[in-house]
């Protein structure tokens, strides 16, 4: 068996996103970080409960562990800013303005939720907040991501779009394609990856060879990493590099170094058998983003526990909500298995598709 490489060497061609303070913010906005992801959490939390006992079917990857990326890298953008991500993709949505009723809707299948019903928990849409998915296959989203930074160069758009990618996205050739034409045409598009140290159930070490955040110079791409679990950092680090990047300094590439507190899906065991119960437990102890939000508000005292309390509660009666809304929804109608497809079915069941049989 291979050894298991680490990957927090000094990279000398990179750059380490500095620390952050909360004297960096108004009292107001770092209020509103930890209701944001409270939020996030306690959505992510009913998800796995309405799973587990039957109402959300098919896929289910939660976030629990990683808000902060969610957080940090979604809340500096403008409303006409885009995101695209992975199938990692709940608390994303959230961030970037979706409301938690039409997202839930959506992983129970239902009519109202944001795709139909249609998607599922792997394909969140919203045009109208320009959060552009959720993909279910590794990778897809990279390409569609550089398409979206070349229509805002070629319309002379001052907008910026964040494509996030999971550890493992970065071994597929669109991901290689994407960087190389990014880089051709200087398009303003930052690429997160959100390095939670496994792939499935495989660690990054033993399929990368080198950090990951070495993976843009090959293309020229300024590569940066941040402390995934620290969204005072992350938040501060990603308003400096916008502005840089509306200013014209071309693609970005960030590993955000973090943690996921769950298993891959729904179907993985918390631990499974590819990481330690005490590992697990390590990492949620002195690296949970919440925790450590706390723990900075506490100390500053810019945040009493009572006032923690009615945030936390203000969450779970909006989640709480949220779930009643996708239960009363009601299930698409047959007919919308036909509808919003590329191809048409003739009156045999056969594919029909210009004016040919396939």
């Known amino acids: 068996m291979a050894e298991t490489k680490t990957k927090d060497e000094d990279v000398a061609d990179v750059s380490k996103a500095p620390e952050a303070s909360v004297e960096d913010f108004s009292k107001e906005e770092l209020h509103r970080f930890m209701r944001e992801m409270l ?9 796995e409960e309405a799973y587990a006992i039957g109402k959300i079917g098919g896929f289910c990857h939660l976030h629990i562990g990683q808000e902060a990326v969610a957080l940090g890298f979604i809340q500096p ?54 959060f552009l998915g959720g993909h279910g296959i590794v990778g897809a989203q990279i390409p569609l991501a550089t398409g979206v930074g070349w229509k805002i160069l070629y319309r002379e758009e001052d907008r910026v779009c964040v494509c996030f990618l999971g550890d493992a996205a970065v071994n597929q050739g ?53 402390n995934g679990q620290n969204a005072l950092e992350v938040i501060s680090f990603m308003r400096g590099l916008l502005e840089e990047v509306r200013g014209g300094g071309g693609p970005q590439y960030v590993e955000a170094r ?13 631990a499974g058998t590819y990481r330690s119960k005490e590992e697990l437990k390590d990492k949620q102890e002195k690296e949970d983003p919440i925790l450590l939000l706390k723990d900075q508000l506490f100390q ?3 945040l009493t526990q009572e006032e923690l309390e009615e945030m936390d509660e203000a969450a779970r009666v909006e989640v ?30 056969r594919l029909f598709l210009d004016g040919r049989d396939r």
């Open 77 to 130: 953008l403008r409303e006409d800013d885009y995101a695209i991500s992975t199938y990692r993709e709940h608390t994303q949505a959230l961030a970037k303005g979706m409301d938690a009723k039409v997202v839930m809707a959506e992983l129970y299948g239902r009519a109202d939720g944001c795709s139909q019903g249609k998607g599922g928990s792997m394909h969140l849409f919203d045009t109208e907040v320009n």
């Open 39 to 47: 939020l996030y959490r306690r959505f992510e939390e009913k998800a």
């Open 258 to 270: 973090t943690y996921r507190f769950k298993g891959h899906s729904m179907s993985d065991p918390v």
């Open 300 to 302: 500053a005292e810019l």
């Open 174 to 226: 669109a991901f290689h394609e994407s960087m190389n034409l990014a880089a051709i045409w200087n398009l303003p598009v930052i690429y997160v990856v959100e390095n939670n140290e496994y792939g499935m159930g495989t660690h990054i070490g033993r399929v990368s060879p080198t950090p990951l955040v070495q993976r843009s110079c090959a293309y020229d791409i300024p590569g940066h990493v941040v």
């Open 320 to 349: 709480e909500e949220a779930a009643e809304f996708a239960d009363a929804s009601p299930l698409p109608a047959e007919e919308e298995l036909y509808t919003q497809v590329y191809a048409e079915l003739n009156e045999h069941g």
